[in-house]
């Protein structure tokens, strides 16, 4: 059927003057979403109640440094000691971020720069770009339009990517530093996908090159902001190539990809120890299953993948439970697999309508070119390739991590919200171009996605509560000694640590946060894995004995021993009646053996990580000539008993070297 243009219908005098109008009128609608969920309530109270993990990031980085204490006192939940500092591990992307405002704005310390107003200019300036980039995708679809079509196509396109469920939701959650960092993802996704755009409207080598550069830096962000940025990539080189121009051209803004990539694993490096380590297998929780997993091994790495992916879509689909504390429930997602994983649900799911929409737009995208100039659907075909390659590598990724929380879900949101607006965009092109009656159709169902949109951001609620925010004075008062944390430097730990022996006396536990979790000390009863702060390690040496009532005997050598990331070699294993002795070598890295260290011990197989407490008792471990720990039930005499005690040869038939262990014996570390 032949499309009938509105004979009433024509181009607005001043389109420039059009979209420069409801720019502003978006920025009023973005502030006042802000508001309604709880990051705004006023102008005074513009900073984060919750610990500003990302202010004392800019605060380190301004100083150039990317611990934010040297301290091990300073050591908090989710945070990791490494390098000789205290580490977060949400990455140095919103850190930057802050910085940057704060010296554009004159702050001196960019810890109390208000991390609200740093997510609300994000915010707009995302807002902003994706209004002017669907205004002019409709200035070139829709030749002579009346201003109220420009309304409908500019109204829906913009709310499904900022009113989107997962966005919505995460803004009126706790909005803690997880929260936080997963919005800013979402920003940045969607960022990605304007400048996509942007190419396709006007392929250049200049906009490649800024294409490419923000790919590389956005993993800076968020580690799975990688899978956005190669897809990203891949779209632009599509592009490129589509419309013909030299291949040889894209080397330069490759480079400019590649660049930002080999600088974050340097920053791994530095701050973790290895370039492919963000510090997921470093940060310290009091979850022993999400210990255990992301150091050790899980059951979930041997399920199938197919039974994996159908978990994360049915996750993504449907509603779960929310399961706070019952870490291994078996009914936390939709479609969840019988094998033990560490799962928490405290945000509702995305919603198989808006995964449908998603759906039927990459669909489109493919089958709807005569409807559109070959400009425009390259930009739609562009946007289903970034969201597809987006999605499927994040897919993979989930499918085989060792948790998998509902806000990691969120990740897909982007994706889901560039697919789900081609559908829209398709619609209400195709829906205006008719004649008058079908425009009222087209307006009627612009008000109907925007009531839906409305209802599920009043729905999306979660089970952590609301964000709440603190004026000046009141974030001052909380936050200050933080302040005073990110100036100071690393400290010698030898006197909390017990390095200085005192004659007849153990040395206890440093006071650390969670020095010695998982082992108590009335009877040294273990649970299924320990933390132990360490100093100067030349080897872990553990003696231990089982627990009575077993019905069967555990191994010994299935016990495991990581300093750091680094897991250490079996050296020997000797028996003297009941008690066993494991020795371990000490770090091959240098990095591990000098200074403060946190260990962590395995004491079962993955099969039993189900288990609240191990077959072992463990009654002393000491990791250099000088110290030794033990536990409280334990006194003086016992353990000095325990340490002269004969029996333990190492250099005899005892010994038990696992295979590849050729050069046991020649280690330094190992005192015989």
Same mark, same amino acid.
């Given at each position: 059927?032949?499309? @009938? ?127 002017? @980039?669907?205004?002019? @995708? ?327 509560? @609301? ?206």
């Amino acid at each position: 059927m032949p499309t @009938r243009r509105n004979p009433r219908a024509h181009r607005p005098r001043n389109t420039s003057s059009l979209l420069i109008g409801a720019a502003i009128v978006l920025v009023v609608i973005c502030t006042i979403l802000l508001v309604v969920s709880g990051l705004l309530p006023g102008f005074e109270h513009l900073f984060a109640g919750s610990t500003p993990y990302c202010n004392a990031q800019a605060a380190a980085l301004r100083q150039g440094s990317f611990a934010i204490s040297g301290n091990p006192a300073d050591v908090g939940f989710d945070l990791a000691w490494s390098g000789e500092g205290v580490q977060q591990v949400w990455g140095l992307g919103v850190g930057a971020w802050i910085l940057f405002l704060s010296t554009l704005c004159g702050q001196q310390n960019p810890m109390f720069f208000p991390s609200r107003v740093a997510f609300a200019v994000a915010f707009v300036l995302v807002s902003v770009g994706l209004l002017l @980039r669907i205004g002019d @995708r409709a200035r070139k679809t829709i030749t002579h339009a009346h201003v109220r079509q420009y309304f409908v196509l500019l109204l829906p396109n913009a709310a499904v990517i900022l009113l989107f469920p997962s966005f919505v939701a995460l803004l009126k959650s706790q909005f803690h530093v997880y929260e936080e960092v997963c919005a800013y993802s979402y920003l940045c996704a969607i960022g990605l996908w304007l400048l996509l755009l942007r190419l396709c409207a006007r392929p250049s080598l200049a906009r490649a090159a800024v294409l490419f550069a923000c790919a590389g830096v956005s993993a800076f962000v968020r580690p799975t902001l990688a899978f956005y940025g190669a897809g990203a990539v891949m779209a632009a080189i599509m592009v490129w190539l589509q419309v013909k121009k030299p291949k040889l051209s894209l080397i330069c803004p490759f480079v400019l990809y590649t660049v930002p990539i080999f600088l974050l694993l340097w920053t791994n490096t530095v701050r973790f120890g290895s370039p492919l380590e963000f510090g997921h297998s470093l940060n310290l929780n009091y979850h022993p299953v999400s210990l255990y997993s992301t150091r050790f091994e899980f059951p979930y790495q041997e399920e199938r993948t197919s039974s994996a992916l159908r978990e994360v879509l049915g996750a993504l689909l449907f509603p779960g439970h929310y399961n706070y504390g019952a870490w291994l429930s078996k009914h936390v997602f939709h479609w969840q697999t019988a094998t033990n994983r560490w799962r928490e649900n405290y945000l509702p799911e995305i919603g198989w309508v808006m995964v449908s929409l998603a759906a039927a737009g990459i669909l489109l995208s493919f089958r709807s070119r005569s409807n559109f100039e070959s400009q425009v659907h390259l930009e739609m075909k562009a946007s289903a390739v970034f969201a597809v390659l987006s999605s499927l590598c994040l897919a993979l990724f989930y499918a085989w991590v060792p948790s998998l929380s509902s806000r990691y879900l969120y990740d897909f949101g982007a994706a889901i919200a560039v697919a789900s607006s081609l559908t829209i965009w398709i619609v209400s092109i195709v829906t205006v171009r008719f004649s008058y009656p079908f425009w009222t159709l087209a307006l009627m169902g612009t008000t109907g996605l925007l009531l839906f949109l409305g209802y599920r951001a009043g729905t999306m609620t979660s089970s952590s509560g @609301r964000p709440v925010s603190l004026d000046v004075t009141e974030y001052k008062s909380a936050f200050m000694p933080m302040a005073a944390a990110v100036k100071s430097k690393a400290i010698d730990c030898r006197e909390e640590m017990g390095v200085e022996q005192r004659a007849g006396r153990l040395h206890g536990l440093s006071g650390f946060f969670l020095d010695g979790f998982g082992w108590q000390p009335e009877d040294g009863r273990v649970g299924i894995v320990t933390v132990h702060y360490m100093y100067d390690v030349q080897f872990v040496e553990l003696i231990l004995s089982h627990a009575g009532g077993l019905s069967t005997v555990p191994n010994p050598r299935h016990i495991r021993v990581k300093v750091g990331s680094e897991e250490l070699r079996l050296a020997s294993c000797a028996t003297n009646g009941a008690l066993i002795n494991l020795k371990f070598y000490g770090p091959e890295r240098v990095r591990r053996r000098s200074g403060l260290q946190v260990g962590f011990i395995a004491w079962v197989t993955k099969d039993q990580i189900s288990e609240r407490l191990s077959p072992w008792i463990l009654h002393r471990i000491s990791w250099n000539t000088d110290t030794v720990r033990a536990h409280v039930g334990m006194n003086a005499a016992e353990s000095e008993e325990l340490r002269i005690r004969p029996g333990f040869d190492f250099s005899g038939s005892s010994d038990v070297k696992r295979a590849g262990d050729s050069h046991s014996g020649q280690s330094p570390y190992v005192v015989k």
